[in-house]
């Protein structure tokens, strides 16, 4: 393509994309009814090449070549434990980042060629609420509406708009500090919807949050995407990618070791998890020979616990006691629950998620900085 | 090619959303300062404090020769307030950086020069804040600048300029230290040389001899000569320009400084 054709091609999909330049509803519903046809736009909300990220001068390899493809108009998980590189490729693709190397575009736009194209078109909203803590909720929304270029009046009704509907306006002129963890979760996601994006990156929506606050936070994602907001989602909940995503990708050390739907990584890994513990450890490993043969998947012994993937709990469990009743072991619990990303971890790799207790990326350790600095 | 209007439209008004952005980073410090009580304490009752302390404490135990001390004093105070001002420079792009924000920032379309414009620019306007408070309390105490109100709106220019090229120093300190406590903690070595071992106080002349050349030569001291002498209508030699010339260098360099720095924050 010449310069000139993609000069205009990008300045075409800008408008397509932004919803937020003030143009008349009817232009507005031309433009994104045509445009995409007109242009070869790509079917793609995200498209990243072989991305590779160190940290330290090389010594930390916090992506090793990923390659993810996010579908527009639906939810795609990134799903991992801590460490694992989730939040490096958010950081990535919402352009605060460099890669090292590989490329990636988002909305059309190279995030290293047109950075502030990217920016127009993506909310970014964190596990870290990075909310001012001495602005009030309103004066947070006006602020980034405001930074996104948008006129004063229109930052200003969509700022109650997004208060409104996301339970704050009561709480609209008071200053941040006074919030609870899920007061400022939802303005965080407010702040990142002011500019109506069509794309939203949300890192860790849910962690830390109380039961009650996360199935809200789920609602509204999923209320979002309803009205054609895509979304890429990182997260260390199986349930929560299950529950949302349509389509996902497993991470670990910043490599992808699974992707697919979430059905199809349920079916990978069974659907129930039975786990038996016993009175000594000596038990539990006679005990995990016996059991192995109810599942195909390899018996996982933890000191006197015994977990194991099965297909179908009830009868597996009637199973597994069958095969140890008359050994001499005593079985003092057993359970039957739905696989963790623990589980999906034992499946995948044949190990469990590691302690992060020593970081593995740099995200890590300002995430605890972070962290500290608000408790 | 009339449909290539956003991103050129962009292009072509860049400067004037640099400056929006700037203003809106400015107003959002600014609602800050006046919200958290320690802040506005930093900023204004602490230099009233001081000019308390100096007029009416240790003012009585220290003769300059040709001056009220009062008048000696006040212009000081004013450079003193102001240089130290810039340690919130520090303290505030130590705590964004912290909690996250910049990293928001980085993600938003905004200017990418807005972060350090703004919190330059809100300190800028807190120092007018500051000036004015310590103008007034200074008149109470018996503050008289016979240098008329030109030279006097000359001198709080040439302050206000001066303080403003300092606190991009502090903005690098900010970004360089590992949090907000560490900032402050690290501006104090800088400022306490600076503001103390010169003509703030007291006359160089005074000080022990080791000391002295130090204390005559430094920019703190000779932007006191300025103001002091353009406010009270006394004569200061070349120090105006030699101010003016600090400034200009001392941005040159610590302007790219922190702008690098910040480029590397994350």
């Known amino acids: ?375 | 090619m009339t449909l290539t209007s956003s991103t050129e439209r962009h292009h072509r008004s860049s400067l004037r959303w640099a400056v929006s952005d700037i203003l809106t980073m400015a107003r959002r410090n600014l609602l800050a300062l006046f919200r958290i009580p320690t802040a506005m304490v930093f900023a204004v009752i602490q230099p009233v404090m001081f000019v308390l302390l100096f007029r009416y404490v240790f003012g009585g135990s220290i003769q300059i020769r040709g001056f009220d001390y009062v008048n000696f004093l006040i212009p000081g105070i004013l450079v003193q307030t102001t240089i130290f001002g810039a340690i919130g420079t520090a303290i505030g792009l130590a705590e964004d950086l912290q909690r996250g924000l910049i990293e928001r920032f980085r993600a938003l379309p905004m200017a990418r020069m807005a972060v350090l414009g703004g919190r330059t620019v809100s300190d800028l306007a807190r120092n007018v804040l500051v000036l004015v408070v310590i103008t007034g309390v200074g008149m109470l105490v018996g503050f008289r600048p016979h240098g008329g109100v030109g030279a006097y709106v000359q001198a709080s220019l040439l302050m206000l300029l001066f303080a403003y090229c300092i606190s991009w120093g502090f903005a690098y300190v900010g970004l360089a230290a590992p949090n907000s406590e560490t900032a402050q903690a690290m501006t104090f070595p800088l400022i306490f040389p600076l503001t103390f071992a010169s003509s703030i106080f007291v006359q160089v002349a005074k000080l022990p001899s080791w000391l002295r050349p130090f204390a005559r030569n430094q920019p703190v001291s000779q932007a006191a000569e300025a103001v002091r002498g353009l406010m009270l209508g006394t004569p200061h030699g070349e120090s105006t320009w030699i101010t003016l010339i600090w400034a200009v260098g001392l941005i040159a360099v610590l302007g790219p400084l922190a702008t690098s720095r910040y480029r590397r924050a994350l």
């Open chain 1, 1 to 375: 393509m010449s310069v000139a054709a993609r000069t205009c091609a990008i300045s075409l999909s800008e408008i397509a994309m932004l919803r937020r330049y003030r143009l008349s509803r009817t232009t507005q519903a031309l433009v994104q009814y045509f445009v995409p046809k007109l242009l070869p736009m790509s079917d793609y909300a995200v498209e990243a090449l072989n991305i590779v990220r160190t940290f330290k001068d090389g010594e930390i390899l916090a992506l090793n070549d990923v390659t993810l493809q996010v579908p527009r108009g639906e939810v795609f998980g990134l799903l991992g434990p801590n460490g694992s590189g989730k939040t490096t490729m958010i950081r990535i693709l919402s352009t605060i980042l460099k890669p090292t190397s590989g490329t990636a575009s988002v909305n059309g736009f190279d995030v290293t060629e047109h950075p502030q194209s990217v920016r127009r078109s993506i909310g970014l909203a964190g596990q870290f609420a990075t909310v001012d803590e001495n602005l009030t909720g309103f004066e947070n929304l006006r602020m980034v509406g405001l930074l996104n270029h948008m006129e004063k009046s229109r930052v200003v009704k969509r700022s109650h708009e997004l208060l409104e509907r996301f339970g704050l306006s009561g709480a609209a002129n008071r200053t941040c500090k006074t919030y609870s963890g899920g007061m400022r979760r939802r303005l965080d996601l407010a702040a990142a919807l002011v500019a109506n994006p069509p794309l939203l990156f949300l890192d860790e929506p849910t962690t830390g949050l109380d039961p009650q606050s996360r199935q809200d936070l789920w609602s509204i994602i999923e209320g979002l995407v309803e009205e054609g907001t895509s979304v890429l989602l990182t997260t260390q909940y199986l349930e929560e990618a299950d529950r949302l995503a349509k389509q996902l990708v497993v991470l670990n050390h910043g490599k992808i070791i699974a992707e697919g739907t979430s059905d199809q990584l349920k079916a990978r890994l069974g659907n129930t998890v039975l786990s038996l513990s016993f009175a000594t450890t000596d038990d539990a490993r006679r005990g995990a020979e016996l059991i192995q043969h109810v599942s195909t998947k390899p018996a996982n012994v933890e000191g006197t616990v015994v977990d194991i993937t099965v297909e179908s709990g009830p009868a597996s469990a009637a199973e597994a006691l069958r095969r140890i009743d008359g050994s001499g072991i005593t079985v003092v619990g057993l359970s039957l629950r739905e696989p963790s990303l623990d589980d999906v971890f034992l499946s995948l790799t044949g190990h469990k998620v590691e302690d992060t207790d020593t970081p593995t990326t740099v995200e890590d350790a300002k995430g605890r900085r972070a962290r500290k600095a608000r408790s």
